[in-house]
């Protein structure tokens, strides 16, 4: 399971999207490697990626993917970072 | 875990900004004064909004304020802005803001580090209004859990 978090300049935002969907993943039990990564790079970083999580913001710069793209309101929300992983994962 | 130090030249409280571009330009201005990076990283932290839209609001109030890793960037380091009267960045949900730090960081690499402590500090939801509130850089250093100078 791959998880890739997206951000505009792939530093910051991503990296706490990234180390509280790690919290999450760890909470729920769920073994997933989860990267930080930036909109320019997503093609080659969300390649082998199940989920992109991102802000709704970002959305729309995504482009085509395979992966399921999980939006995410408030990066400190653990609930809402649960609840939609595990809907996107469960 | 730990944040980068907070000076309290890294600190503005109550400020004014008529605009999310005056918002962003204080917390650069204060990652100047602190010492931490150059007026131009400023001018690209704007950028990044410009590009990419305000997404960089990442919860209610608050924005982390950013860009990548430059020569104008000197060492790690946060400040802290809060505004008297709260600023649309342009965000879907999580307007206006009150609150932008301002992230600094030297290679990719060592933004977790950092971004790991502030996750910890802002996942508990009251952090953003008692920063928000604080009236002097101590309250906002005991918020935060920083320290004033680096560590020896």
């Known amino acids: ?90 | 875990m730990t944040l980068p130090p907070l000076p309290n030249s890294a600190i503005a409280l109550g400020q004014s900004a008529a605009d999310w571009r005056e918002a962003i330009r204080l917390a650069g201005a204060a990652l100047v004064d602190s010492g931490v990076a150059d007026a131009s990283y400023t001018d690209r932290m704007v950028d990044v909004i410009e590009e990419f839209g305000a997404y960089i609001v990442i919860a209610p109030g608050l924005a982390l304020a950013h860009a990548r890793p430059g020569n104008d960037v000197h060492r790690e380091g946060l400040a802290v802005v809060t505004l008297a009267t709260p600023v649309p960045f342009g965000h879907p949900h999580n307007d206006p803001v009150s609150v932008i730090l301002g992230l600094a960081v030297t290679t990719p690499e060592s933004h977790v580090t950092s971004v790991a402590a502030l996750a910890n500090v802002f996942n508990d939801a009251s952090a953003i209004p008692a920063v928000a509130a604080a009236t002097t850089p101590d309250a906002v250093r005991a918020v935060l859990g920083a320290t004033e100078e680096a560590a020896a």
């Open chain 1, 1 to 90: 399971m791959k998880i890739v978090a997206i951000c505009g300049a792939g530093v910051g935002t991503s990296g706490i999207l990234k180390v509280n969907a790690e919290r999450v993943l760890d909470r729920l039990g769920i073994d997933a490697e989860v990267t930080a990564s930036d909109v320019a790079s997503i093609a080659t970083s969300a390649a082998q990626a199940q989920v992109i999580l991102t802000s709704p913001e970002l959305v729309d710069k995504i482009g085509k993917t395979f992966a399921d793209i999980v939006v995410i309101e408030n990066y400190f929300d653990l609930e809402e970072l649960e609840r939609k992983l595990d809907k996107a994962l469960g």
